[in-house]
């Protein structure tokens, strides 16, 4: 994705999608509030970088039922690749893109960053691992997905887009208005329906829960399916389509989502002194090869 700079892939790394994101959702503790910031949040928006505004015209463009439903067909069979969670983590390492390899972090710092502060904070075994794997789906890079299918914050498709999406204008060049069907709030879905049946737009998330879902405990497993649905966890948005159960967990999903967005930090983490802590923990509850 690199020297070229084919227009299906805007960002020059996938970081540059997570900065905006950290700068979007500010840190609660700074004492945010969602109404009497939401014209501080359009502002950010509208200054965002024209990479990252292009990013989000294509996700919400392309991020339609169709295809979701043909990327879950494409990838959900896992018939791709047998890795450990280690070699997962080695290949995203390989994902060339035009960040700076002096300063900027690898992949698998990034990702041992997030673990070691749900560590330091004193969490349960399966919350560290979890920081560890959660961006794991990001592979789907290295198979020539575009950033828009991979990364990008998360939404529900087949029924109406909430207006507390960022770019929501974007929608407006998106198929699935032209489907009546998809149009109303609860769309294609029974109202409280549950998350688990509900099409969200395709991406990272939701083809690590998948390669996961028979290893981890649930509240992991929330965690990873949803840390980008940001107009639910952040905004309130969709509880229409929640049942109770899903209300409940996503309890986890907002513990988890501080550790994912403020934990990085210009300190590189010493890869070979921590990986026997990780490979024991990976040990713990995963086996020697997943299908990818
Ligand atoms: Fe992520
Ligand atoms: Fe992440």
Redesign the pocket.
């Given at each position: 994705m690199s020297t070229d700079s084919n227009n299906s892939n805007p960002l020059q790394s996938l970081e540059e999608w997570e900065e905006f994101v950290e700068g979007r959702y500010p840190e609660p503790a700074q004492g945010f509030t969602p109404e009497r910031d939401a014209a501080a949040f359009r502002d950010y928006e509208n200054t965002a970088r024209s990479s990252v505004r292009e990013f989000y015209r294509l996700n919400h463009r392309y991020q339609c039922v169709d295809f979701v439903r043909a990327k879950r067909e494409e990838f959900l069979g896992l018939s791709r690749e047998r890795m450990s969670i280690w070699e997962a983590m080695e290949f995203l390492n390989t994902l060339v893109d035009d960040s700076d390899p002096d300063t900027d972090l690898t992949q698998i710092e990034h990702l041992l960053q997030t673990a070691e502060a749900i560590r330091q904070d004193g969490h349960p075994r399966w919350f560290i691992l979890t920081g560890l794997i959660?961006?794991l789906g990001?592979i789907l890079c290295l198979w020539g997905e575009p950033q828009w299918a991979v990364?990008g914050d998360t939404f529900p498709v087949g029924c109406a887009f909430s207006d507390k999406i960022v770019f929501p204008e974007f929608f407006a060049e998106n198929p699935d208005n032209a489907v009546p069907a998809y149009s109303t709030s609860d769309g294609i879905y029974e109202p409280g329906a549950g998350l688990d049946r509900v099409l969200l737009s395709w991406g990272?998330?939701e083809y690590m829960y998948h390669v996961c879902k028979d290893y981890l405990p649930e509240p992991a497993l929330y965690m990873i399916r949803y840390?980008?649905f940001y107009a639910a966890h952040r905004e309130g948005a969709y509880e229409h389509l929640m049942n109770g159960h899903d209300k409940e967990m996503f309890a986890w999903v907002r513990a988890f989502n501080p550790y994912?967005l403020y934990s990085k930090s210009p300190v590189r983490p010493d890869v070979a002194q921590l990986k026997p802590f990780y490979q024991s923990l990976i040990d713990e509850y995963f086996p020697a090869k997943l299908a990818w």
């Open positions: 959660h961006d990001k990364v990272h998330d840390h980008s994912d």
